[in-house]
């Protein structure tokens, strides 16, 4: 059984950085992709980072620039390095991984992120 766990999410002040990691306990085999998704109140659950095997990475348009992603792939470990952030980031973040041929998709149970003054 594959099991994600998320760390280092809480409470921050605008302009505060914060570092998600997650790590993975289990066997997995041949990850494709992991990245990180976020989940505010009301709305859709949304991609936020994703590193592919070969070590390419995108980012949604709204944390370019503040947001870096990074991996452990010995670890089998992503991070999440947030800066400048903003009240608008508040959201639940989780850890994501697909692998495999089939393209199995395994979640964490997600961590809070909450940006207040």
């Known amino acids: 059984q594959v099991l994600l766990v998320e760390s280092g999410g809480g409470l921050v002040q605008p302009g505060g950085s914060l570092r998600l990691s997650c790590a993975a306990s289990g066997t997995i085999f041949s990850i494709n992709a992991m990245g990180w998704y976020r989940q505010a109140p009301g709305k859709q659950r949304e991609l936020v980072a994703a590193i592919r095997s070969g070590g390419s990475t995108n980012y949604a348009d709204s944390v370019k620039g503040r947001f870096t992603i990074s991996r452990d792939n010995a670890k089998v470990a992503v991070y999440l390095q947030m800066n400048s952030l903003k009240p608008e980031d508040t959201a639940v973040y989780y850890c994501?991984?697909?692998?495999?041929?089939?393209?199995?998709?395994?979640w964490g149970q997600g961590t809070q992120v909450t940006v207040s003054s």
């Open positions: 994501h991984v697909n692998s495999g041929i089939y393209e199995s998709d395994y």
